[in-house]
């Protein structure tokens, strides 16, 4: 019996043409993947020999005043990438994931952006993300909409549940053989996956293959209940198809202009404007004010006296350090709504599974916004400790030619996420359990002679 | 083509369409999304409006309020440009989201435009986004779908089909007819999402509906989805007379409508990223240095170009010295700096750009077997929200920049003394009274005229398409069987 049933699935047509067309998605999306830790790595190694050839050339034409030269020094910190970045791309490719900064102004530094084509964010990636949260529900839908319903419309009902034992156990094992498949494509791709990039089966990468697991049980518990009202293919097939529009499409979407409507950002103009005029507006004040706001913060920096001279370093980074501190408030209030957003997605995300997957997926891949601002907060920590490494030099004029130049490489920035198993798949399996709960209760109902 | 059988059927269509009790649920759940939408379209119209027209005006107060100065401080201090939002991108976003929106303007440094809506995003924004023309794009067709699957194949199951036919009607005046109505019914749909945006357009302060330009895109929005409503229902209804059974003729039409609007562009988008890679920032600065250095660097004391250059002046003025020249000689040395590192850089970002339009070819090809690519295309271009009316606002910005950055240069050669200040000697300034004679940057949206070219290829193949899919249902007519 099982094997009829089978090779009936396996043979029509277009079950093939399905089956193929989602695996090759699949290795496309995995090679895409591929293709941007290439990207990424390559983009690294560029900047870890730029930075080596820019600092080389600029001690050369600045050999004498340290200072200038740390006026044009950009030094690179890198947001480390774990390879599953390959399989969601989340946010990485928005928003940079290498920075390279001078020691003067932060705030007008640290927000710039990589270069994109706009086109290729708004249509977005396809990475494995995409096909899992995406498609598997489209194929799942494909496969299952007619469980029922094509045996009733074939007329073909009436002999199957004459002859099967139980008519209910006949619809389990044609459930069985499409749950069958759909793992195995499942499977395939993660062989695929796992054999073509870097990835380690750590738990990162195991919560990742488990919760995708998991969104298929969610979409083939959501499909058997639908079957179980035992309506017509047409009224399956657009019934199914709404849901997931709307799970998939018209509720994300919906969220996402509430929320940018809801949090606008006008702390982020405000921010550069502050920046700008807090340091500029410091030329045109007495220098003692700026110098003891400096000190203020940074007492260890009292012993240098201010030089004689009309432009000074010391007076230069101090106003320039003070532009940073002015904006501060502005800046910290941006990070504050951003927050708020990140914040209520995540709890509307609990109602949308696609919505929760995909925030999990980038958390777990490091792609989130907030390991963004996380990034952002150690690239504030990298500026300082570059800065007060400098300072005395700087204050004290030392030689150029003293300093080991060829010391300063990239430095990297590690965030492990922090994996909640509970969180990350309490809503999905509460979810799935129920559906399927549902599923069975109307299936018992199911008569055999309709 | 529209004889009066045609139209009997339509009408036909249509009422039973409104008997059979679908219409009421489905045209409510319609009005509340186009609700939702333009409401969405609206407040994020006018917030980042003001938001950006008041800092704007912020910056430029500050601006004008800078005490006398050296000018190459105030070409330092710099200026600021905020994207402005086109009144049209109410009714579709387009590229907005993804598109910086603000730029901080200086001499010697071309910076990045900023603070995308993606950049803040927490990874919604890869859902989509709700506007009216994604409503029309992505969300009516599936309605036209849905109402006209079973159009003529549900007539050939309960076998009124051939009853029809055997009545002399001919299968072209069943096809037309049908998918007139069906037509009809699309353009009910469509009728709201019009008169919402007339309304916003009206309310709205860009008031561009005063203007022929406002006129043109919004007539030319009207038209263009006409078309793709009257393609579209007429595929539906060919399908659905090409199909045994409306079961088959609506598993068709889903698998038409994932396969086109969700799979195949980004397919071809990634294939057009993976053919045609584009520099990281990283990698563009470093060759836009390179060439800089190669060239002529102001800021190399060494600097060859820039040492031939001294020598010509002193020959030319006659003098041993540069501070002998009647001008600023580092005012004039920046204005070259500025002139060679400004044109190297335009260069290299054409060049960019030139890669992006070579990304988006394959998707922009698909647009011949796509329908739904060439309405989004023509859409964002008549909306003012697509790649080439971004590329003139970063246009636009960087001449202002750059005039700025030369100004200063210009107003420091010929009012700065070139002997340096001796010790204790207050700094050289020039008056204020300069700084508020520079005009503000003031962004104006690019004429439809200059725009239209980016979308002149979607906008043929949308004309194509009408065409053909009306002449496929006369061809159709001749070969589909009534059982």
Same mark, same amino acid.
């Given at each position: 019996?099982?094997?009829?049933?089978?090779?009936?699935?396996?043979?029509?047509?277009?079950?093939?043409?399905?089956?193929?067309?989602?695996?090759?998605?699949?290795?496309?999306?995995?090679?895409?993947?591929?293709?941007?830790?290439?990207?990424?790595?390559?983009?690294?190694?560029?900047?870890?020999?730029?930075?080596?050839?820019?600092?080389?050339?600029?001690?050369?034409?600045?050999?004498?005043?340290?200072?200038?030269?740390?006026?044009?020094?950009?030094?690179?910190?890198?947001?480390?990438?774990?390879?599953?970045?390959?399989?969601?791309?989340?946010?990485?490719?928005?928003?940079?994931?290498?920075?390279?900064?001078?020691?003067?102004?932060?705030?007008?530094?640290?927000?710039?952006?990589?270069?994109?084509?706009?086109?290729?964010?708004?249509?977005?990636?396809?990475?494995?993300?995409?096909?899992?949260?995406?498609?598997?529900?489209?194929?799942?839908?494909?496969?299952?909409?007619?469980?029922?319903?094509?045996?009733?419309?074939?007329?073909?009902?009436?002999? *199957?549940? @004459?002859?099967?034992? !139980?008519?209910?156990?006949?619809?389990?094992?044609? =459930? &069985? $053989?499409? #749950?069958? %498949?759909?793992?195995?494509?499942?499977?395939?791709?993660?062989?695929?996956?796992?054999?073509?990039?870097?990835?380690?089966?750590?738990?990162?990468?195991?919560?990742?293959?488990?919760?995708?697991?998991?969104?298929?049980?969610?979409?083939?518990?959501?499909?058997?209940? *639908?079957? @179980?009202?035992?309506? !017509?293919?047409?009224?399956?097939?657009?019934?199914? =198809? &709404? $849901?997931? #529009?709307? %799970?998939?499409?018209?509720?994300?979407?919906?969220?996402?202009?509430?929320?940018?409507?809801?949090?606008?950002?006008?702390?982020?103009?405000?921010?550069?404007?502050?920046?700008?005029?807090?340091?500029?507006?410091?030329?045109?004040?007495?220098?003692?004010?700026?110098?003891?706001?400096?000190?203020?913060?940074?007492?260890?920096?009292?012993?240098?006296?201010?030089?004689?001279?009309?432009?000074?370093?010391?007076?230069?980074?101090?106003?320039?350090?003070?532009?940073?501190?002015?904006?501060?408030?502005?800046?910290?209030?941006?990070?504050?709504?951003?927050?708020?957003?990140?914040?209520?997605?995540?709890?509307?995300?609990?109602?949308?599974?696609?919505?929760?997957?995909?925030?999990?997926?980038?958390?777990?891949?490091?792609?989130?916004?907030?390991?963004?601002?996380?990034?952002?907060?150690?690239?504030?920590?990298?500026?300082?400790?570059?800065?007060?490494?400098?300072?005395?030099?700087?204050?004290?004029?030392?030689?150029?030619?003293?300093?080991?130049?060829?010391?300063?490489?990239?430095?990297?920035?590690?965030?492990?996420?922090?994996?909640?198993?509970?969180?990350?798949?309490?809503?999905?399996?509460?979810?799935?359990?129920?559906?399927?709960?549902?599923?069975?209760?109307?299936?018992?109902?199911?008569?055999?002679?309709? | 083509?529209?004889?009066?059988?045609?139209?009997?059927?339509?009408?036909?269509?249509?009422?039973?369409?409104?008997?059979?009790?679908?219409?009421?649920?489905?045209?409510?759940?319609?009005?509340?999304?186009?609700?939702?939408?333009?409401?969405?379209?609206?407040?994020?119209?006018?917030?980042?409006?003001?938001?950006?027209?008041?800092?704007?005006?912020?910056?430029?107060?500050?601006?004008?309020?800078?005490?006398?100065?050296?000018?190459?401080?105030?070409?330092?201090?710099?200026?600021?440009?905020?994207?402005?939002?086109?009144?049209?991108?109410?009714?579709?976003?387009?590229?907005?989201?993804?598109?910086?929106?603000?730029?901080?303007?200086?001499?010697?440094?071309?910076?990045?435009?900023?603070?995308?809506?993606?950049?803040?995003?927490?990874?919604?924004?890869?859902?989509?986004?709700?506007?009216?023309?994604?409503?029309?794009?992505?969300?009516?067709?599936?309605?036209?779908?849905?109402?006209?699957?079973?159009?003529?194949?549900?007539?050939?199951?309960?076998?009124?089909?051939?009853?029809?036919?055997?009545?002399?009607?001919?299968?072209?005046?069943?096809?037309?007819?049908?998918?007139?109505?069906?037509?009809?019914?699309?353009?009910?749909?469509?009728?709201?999402?019009?008169?919402?945006?007339?309304?916003?357009?009206?309310?709205?302060?860009?008031?561009?509906?005063?203007?022929?330009?406002?006129?043109?895109?919004?007539?030319?929005?009207?038209?263009?989805?006409?078309?793709?409503?009257?393609?579209?229902?007429?595929?539906?209804?060919?399908?659905?007379?090409?199909?045994?059974?409306?079961?088959?003729?609506?598993?068709?039409?889903?698998?038409?409508?994932?396969?086109?609007?969700?799979?195949?562009?980004?397919?071809?988008?990634?294939?057009?990223?993976?053919?045609?890679?584009?520099?990281?920032?990283?990698?563009?600065?470093?060759?836009?240095?390179?060439?800089?250095?190669?060239?002529?660097?102001?800021?190399?004391?060494?600097?060859?170009?820039?040492?031939?250059?001294?020598?010509?002046?002193?020959?030319?003025?006659?003098?041993?010295?540069?501070?002998?020249?009647?001008?600023?000689?580092?005012?004039?040395?920046?204005?070259?700096?500025?002139?060679?590192?400004?044109?190297?850089?335009?260069?290299?970002?054409?060049?960019?750009?030139?890669?992006?339009?070579?990304?988006?070819?394959?998707?922009?090809?698909?647009?011949?077997?796509?329908?739904?690519?060439?309405?989004?295309?023509?859409?964002?271009?008549?909306?003012?929200?697509?790649?080439?009316?971004?590329?003139?606002?970063?246009?636009?910005?960087?001449?202002?920049?750059?005039?700025?950055?030369?100004?200063?240069?210009?107003?420091?050669?010929?009012?700065?003394?070139?002997?340096?200040?001796?010790?204790?000697?207050?700094?050289?300034?020039?008056?204020?009274?300069?700084?508020?004679?520079?005009?503000?940057?003031?962004?104006?949206?690019?004429?439809?005229?200059?725009?239209?070219?980016?979308?002149?290829?979607?906008?043929?193949?949308?004309?194509?398409?009408?065409?053909?899919?009306?002449?496929?249902?006369?061809?159709?007519?001749?070969?589909?069987?009534?059982?």
């Amino acid at each position: 019996m099982y094997q009829i049933l089978t090779k009936q699935f396996i043979r029509s047509r277009s079950t093939v043409i399905v089956t193929l067309l989602i695996l090759t998605l699949g290795i496309v999306s995995v090679l895409m993947g591929e293709q941007f830790l290439n990207k990424q790595q390559r983009a690294i190694d560029e900047a870890a020999h730029y930075q080596q050839e820019h600092i080389q050339q600029n001690a050369q034409w600045h050999a004498d005043d340290l200072g200038l030269l740390l006026y044009y020094l950009r030094f690179t910190f890198i947001n480390s990438f774990d390879p599953l970045t390959a399989l969601s791309v989340g946010q990485r490719d928005v928003n940079s994931s290498i920075q390279r900064i001078t020691i003067r102004g932060l705030e007008g530094q640290k927000y710039d952006t990589d270069l994109h084509n706009p086109t290729n964010l708004q249509v977005g990636n396809l990475d494995l993300g995409f096909v899992i949260i995406y498609l598997f529900p489209l194929l799942i839908i494909a496969f299952t909409y007619d469980l029922l319903s094509e045996e009733k419309e074939g007329g073909t009902w009436r002999l *199957v549940s @004459s002859q099967a034992n !139980s008519p209910l156990l006949y619809l389990g094992y044609k =459930l &069985s $053989v499409r #749950v069958g %498949l759909v793992y195995a494509v499942w499977f395939l791709l993660w062989v695929f996956a796992l054999l073509k990039l870097p990835l380690s089966l750590d738990t990162n990468a195991l919560v990742f293959i488990g919760l995708s697991g998991l969104y298929l049980a969610f979409w083939l518990a959501l499909c058997a209940w *639908v079957v @179980s009202w035992q309506r !017509s293919s047409s009224f399956n097939a657009l019934s199914l =198809l &709404s $849901v997931w #529009v709307v %799970l998939a499409v018209l509720l994300p979407a919906s969220l996402n202009s509430l929320l940018a409507n809801l949090y606008p950002v006008p702390e982020a103009l405000s921010t550069m404007v502050e920046q700008r005029d807090g340091y500029h507006e410091k030329w045109d004040v007495e220098k003692e004010v700026t110098m003891n706001g400096f000190f203020a913060e940074y007492p260890q920096y009292q012993k240098y006296p201010l030089p004689e001279e009309e432009f000074s370093w010391l007076w230069y980074y101090a106003m320039v350090h003070l532009g940073d501190a002015e904006s501060r408030q502005s800046s910290e209030a941006m990070r504050e709504k951003i927050r708020q957003r990140e914040q209520a997605s995540r709890i509307a995300a609990w109602l949308i599974p696609p919505l929760h997957i995909q925030l999990q997926f980038n958390d777990l891949a490091q792609s989130s916004l907030d390991n963004y601002l996380s990034f952002l907060d150690g690239t504030e920590e990298f500026h300082e400790k570059m800065r007060l490494y400098f300072y005395p030099k700087i204050f004290e004029e030392a030689s150029v030619g003293k300093e080991n130049w060829e010391s300063f490489t990239p430095e990297y920035f590690a965030e492990a996420p922090e994996v909640n198993w509970g969180l990350a798949l309490a809503p999905l399996l509460l979810f799935t359990v129920g559906l399927f709960l549902f599923a069975i209760l109307n299936a018992r109902k199911l008569k055999a002679f309709e | 083509m529209l004889n009066e059988t045609s139209q009997l059927i339509a009408r036909q269509f249509w009422s039973s369409t409104f008997r059979s009790g679908v219409m009421y649920p489905i045209l409510s759940l319609w009005l509340l999304m186009v609700a939702y939408a333009a409401y969405s379209g609206w407040e994020s119209y006018t917030t980042h409006n003001h938001i950006r027209s008041h800092y704007q005006q912020t910056a430029r107060e500050s601006w004008e309020n800078n005490p006398d100065k050296h000018p190459h401080r105030m070409a330092h201090y710099g200026s600021f440009a905020f994207r402005l939002k086109h009144p049209l991108s109410m009714f579709d976003f387009g590229l907005e989201s993804f598109t910086g929106n603000a730029l901080f303007l200086e001499a010697h440094k071309q910076n990045s435009v900023n603070f995308s809506e993606a950049s803040f995003s927490t990874g919604l924004l890869r859902f989509g986004e709700i506007s009216l023309a994604m409503l029309l794009q992505v969300i009516l067709p599936l309605i036209i779908f849905f109402l006209g699957f079973s159009a003529v194949a549900a007539e050939r199951e309960h076998e009124t089909l051939r009853m029809i036919l055997s009545q002399g009607v001919s299968w072209r005046e069943v096809l037309v007819g049908k998918s007139l109505g069906l037509t009809a019914l699309a353009l009910l749909f469509f009728l709201p999402v019009v008169l919402v945006t007339f309304l916003l357009l009206l309310f709205s302060e860009g008031d561009i509906l005063a203007t022929t330009d406002g006129w043109l895109r919004f007539l030319g929005i009207i038209i263009s989805y006409a078309l793709f409503l009257v393609i579209t229902s007429a595929i539906t209804v060919l399908i659905s007379a090409a199909s045994k059974t409306s079961k088959a003729a609506l598993v068709k039409l889903l698998a038409v409508w994932l396969f086109l609007v969700i799979l195949l562009p980004r397919t071809t988008q990634a294939l057009g990223g993976y053919v045609y890679p584009a520099p990281s920032r990283v990698e563009f600065d470093a060759s836009t240095e390179e060439e800089l250095i190669q060239i002529g660097d102001s800021h190399n004391p060494d600097d060859p170009h820039f040492n031939a250059l001294k020598d010509s002046l002193l020959s030319v003025h006659q003098v041993s010295s540069v501070d002998q020249l009647p001008f600023n000689y580092s005012g004039f040395v920046m204005r070259e700096g500025e002139r060679i590192s400004a044109e190297i850089y335009n260069r290299h970002l054409r060049a960019l750009h030139h890669t992006y339009q070579q990304q988006n070819r394959f998707t922009q090809l698909t647009a011949l077997i796509n329908p739904y690519v060439a309405i989004k295309t023509v859409s964002m271009v008549l909306s003012g929200t697509d790649f080439t009316s971004y590329r003139d606002f970063q246009h636009q910005a960087e001449t202002y920049r750059y005039q700025l950055a030369q100004t200063m240069n210009e107003l420091q050669m010929e009012l700065i003394s070139n002997r340096a200040p001796a010790p204790g000697e207050a700094p050289y300034v020039i008056s204020r009274t300069y700084w508020s004679e520079f005009p503000d940057f003031a962004y104006e949206f690019a004429p439809l005229s200059t725009v239209i070219r980016g979308g002149g290829w979607s906008w043929a193949v949308l004309i194509i398409w009408g065409v053909v899919s009306v002449r496929l249902l006369s061809y159709w007519a001749k070969r589909v069987k009534a059982v």
